[in-house]
T-cell receptor, first 112, second 114 residues
Framework: AQSVTQLDSQVPVFEEAPVELRCNYSSSVSVYLFWYVQYPNQGLQLLLKYLSGSTLVKGINGFEAEFNKSQTSFHLRKPSVHISDTAEYFCALNTGGFKTIFGAGTRLFVKA | GAGVSQSPRYKVAKRGQDVALRCDPISGHVSLFWYQQALGQGPEFLTYFQNEAQLDKSGLPSDRFFAERPEGSVSTLKIQRTQQEDSAVYLC????????????FGPGTRLTVT
């Protein structure tokens, strides 16, 4: 069975500071990995995805993530955050079927 | 429409009532997914449609949950005899293909069972 673990439930950070949101996964087969963002009272929006190829993936809003197969990780990073980045972030995994498995989420709170 | 829409946005039901939640996917999208998101949790897969065919319903938590997409566009998630543990946000997503393509999510329906 596959699973996704987001190691931090909340991450407070000051505006313009860098941030890393951690995600580890477990799977016995090859995976496709995603990061989604959810603003209050809205649906999820795709930030970036890893399907194959380069392990460093760049997404929207200045976010990037690195796929590390040996450490089974897919951490999300941004070098300088804005107040508007305050939201819930979800790491997700798919093994090629219909089901996407989501982590429990990390709430990023950017302080002025 | 421009995106996935869901209605109602909020629903309060008394325990034992039946509810129906509607999803309007992006026009032309082949794939449609339903997810359940409990408070403080990530979305959990409920069911998947490819056009009008329900190809996977393994995530539906009980036989009180039923989903349909009769004409391959609008979908309805029905919950019979609602229980308090059904309280959650129900998210619908659609995608234009059947492979690893982006899912577009609706805003969700927040169901509260009292």
């Amino acid at each position: 069975a596959q699973s996704v673990t987001q190691l931090d439930s909340q991450v407070p950070v000051f505006e313009e500071a860098p941030v890393e949101l951690r995600c580890n996964y477990s799977s016995s087969v090859s995976v496709y990995l995603f990061w989604y963002v959810q603003y209050p009272n809205q649906g999820l929006q795709l930030l970036l995805k890893y399907l194959s190829g380069s392990t460093l993936v760049k997404g929207i809003n200045g976010f990037e993530a690195e796929f590390n197969k040996s450490q089974t990780s897919f951490h999300l990073r941004k070098p300088s955050v804005h107040i508007s980045d305050t939201a819930e972030y979800f790491c997700a995994l798919n093994t090629g079927g219909f089901k996407t498995i989501f982590g429990a989420g990390t709430r990023l709170f950017v302080k002025a | 429409g421009a995106g996935v829409s869901q209605s109602p946005r909020y629903k309060v039901a008394k325990r034992g009532q039946d509810v129906a939640l509607r999803c309007d996917p992006i026009s032309g999208h082949v794939s449609l997914f339903w997810y359940q998101q409990a408070l403080g949790q990530g979305p959990e897969f409920l069911t998947y449609f490819q056009n009008e065919a329900q190809l996977d319903k393994s995530g539906l938590p009980s036989d009180r949950f039923f989903a349909e997409r009769p004409e391959g566009s609008v979908s309805t998630l029905k919950i019979q005899r609602t229980q308090q543990e059904d309280s959650a946000v129900y998210l619908c997503a659609s995608s234009g293909g059947t492979g690893m393509v982006e899912q577009y999510f609706g805003p969700g329906t927040r169901l509260t069972v009292t």
